[in-house]
């Protein structure tokens, strides 16, 4: 599956970082990175990571 972030809307609360750290991740500068594509077996965390995410930044692809 792909992840999207939309940096227009993420202000980087980092909500997303605890249910999926393995893809989300605050950089140096508090700046969020991730992995774009996400084995399908870390479909649940990524979700919850779009729903804890305060700004729906979040949007997952297929």
């Known amino acids: 599956m792909k ?11 980092g909500e997303c970082v605890f249910p999926a750290p393995d893809v989300f991740e605050l950089g140096d ?10 084995d399908e077996s870390r479909r649940e965390a990524v979700q919850a990571a779009a729903d804890a995410c305060p700004m729906m930044a979040i949007r997952i692809e297929g």
């Open 3 to 13: 992840v999207h972030v939309d940096m227009n809307l993420c202000q980087s609360h």
């Open 29 to 38: 500068d508090d700046v969020l990175v991730w992995k774009e594509e996400v």
